[in-house]
Each structure stands twice: as structure tokens, then as C-alpha cells.
């Protein structure tokens, strides 16, 4: 019975991202955390060798695709604009991927909609869970192959 249960378990596949928009910087700041072992498959595949995020050799390969896999499959839509995020780096706290992202505004959003679909048609069940912070007022929601983006209004 143990082992059908760690199987079970094994096929639950998440990210979570964070959105908060900052008052001091008037930006709004974005963290995505996926597992390394995920996204590093998922880049593997995009640039036909196996790498890996133990390797201090692949870090420079895997950042650099992760610069462009992620803005790829993010959208961001800020009042009804969308937004081109910045990508600012990436670190490794054990198994986990942290992605930074900013972008400046003027004001504080009043509506987001955020579309994840990192790694949505790559495993199947992958929950991309999002929780948005503006001006105190939190909102949260789930991503899914099947879900289309979140929408969130902040007024």
C-alpha cells in the first residue's frame, strides 16, 4: 500500500507564482517557482541535450533558456494592456526554481489577468497556482490545461 501511495503522490505537478505590485518602486514584481528537476526536463528537451541545475556546467545554458521559455509562456495583462515583463534572473534553493520578473507602472492595477502555461501541455495535471497582492488586497486562483488564464479585479 505504501508504494501506491508514493506513486499517487508523484503525479502531482505544481507551480506557484507570486504577483505583487509595489508601492515604493511603482512596479509590478512577479516570482515563479517551479521544481528543478521539471524545468530542467522541459529545457533539456528544447535544447536536445540532457542538462541539469546539479551541474554548476549547465547553470549558464539552462538560465539563458529559461530567459526565454518563461516570457514565452506567461501573459500578463495589466487594465487591459498587456504588459512586457523584465527578466531579471533565476536562483536554486534546493529542488526549487525561483523566476524574477518586474515591470514598472504608473498606478496600481485596478484588473489582471495572468495566463501561466509553463509545463501545462508537458504534464499532465500540472496546477499553475497564482496568488496576486496589490495594495494589500489578495486574489487567488489555479491554472490548468483546461482553465484559460485568472482574472483578478483589485477596485
Do not use: C
Amino acid at each position: 500500500m505504501f508504494y501506491a501511495i508514493a506513486a499517487f503522490a508523484h503525479n502531482v505537478y505544481s507551480s506557484f507564482t507570486r504577483i505583487d505590485w509595489n508601492t515604493a518602486d511603482s512596479s509590478i514584481e512577479l516570482v515563479i517557482e517551479l521544481q528543478a528537476h521539471e524545468l530542467e526536463a522541459k529545457l533539456s528537451v528544447i535544447l536536445g541535450e540532457r542538462l541539469s541545475f546539479l551541474e554548476d556546467s549547465d547553470y549558464t545554458a539552462l538560465e539563458a533558456a529559461t530567459a526565454d521559455y518563461i516570457p514565452e509562456n506567461i501573459e500578463l495583462t495589466v487594465d487591459g494592456e498587456t504588459v512586457s515583463l523584465v527578466y531579471l534572473g533565476m536562483e536554486i534553493d534546493k529542488q526549487l526554481v525561483r523566476i524574477y520578473l518586474e515591470k514598472d507602472l504608473t498606478k496600481a492595477p485596478e484588473t489582471l489577468s495572468f495566463m501561466n502555461a509553463i509545463l501545462l501541455q508537458d504534464l499532465p495535471g500540472q496546477t499553475n497556482i497564482v496568488l496576486a497582492n496589490i495594495k494589500g488586497v489578495k486574489r487567488g486562483a489555479d491554472i490548468t490545461a483546461s482553465s484559460g488564464p485568472a482574472d483578478f479585479i483589485f477596485n
